[in-house]
């Protein structure tokens, strides 16, 4: 892994589909200390896929990184199969 503390899922993290996403998620956190965080990307039912954040101590500074998704750039035919866009994405 690069080192990163934590990171967010962007719009092109969806290009291979969602199950591939989640996978590589889980392939990450689990061989690094990397989180993958998102406060707004949700399953079908309403539940939060990702951490949505985490707390950092930095030399007894307390730092909290807050994970958001941003919205994909849709063509129309897309826009009609997804039931909500924003704020958050339906998994």
Same mark, same amino acid.
């Given at each position: @892994? ?13 290009? /291979? ?9 889980? /392939? ?14 949700l399953d ?5 896929? &990702?951490?949505? /954040?985490?707390?950092?101590? &930095?030399?007894? &500074? ?19 199969? @997804?039931?909500?866009? &924003? ?5």
């Open positions: @892994m690069l080192g990163y503390d934590a990171v967010a899922p962007g719009n092109h993290d969806f290009n /291979y589909g969602k199950d591939r996403l989640i996978a590589a998620a889980k /392939y990450a956190e689990a061989n690094s200390n990397l989180k993958v965080l998102s406060a707004n990307i079908k039912d309403g539940n939060l896929v &990702f951490q949505p /954040y985490q707390v950092y101590d &930095f030399n007894g &500074f307390k730092v909290a990184v807050v994970g958001l998704t941003t919205t994909p750039i849709l063509l129309p035919r897309q826009i009609r199969r @997804m039931s909500k866009v &924003f704020p958050s994405w339906i998994l």
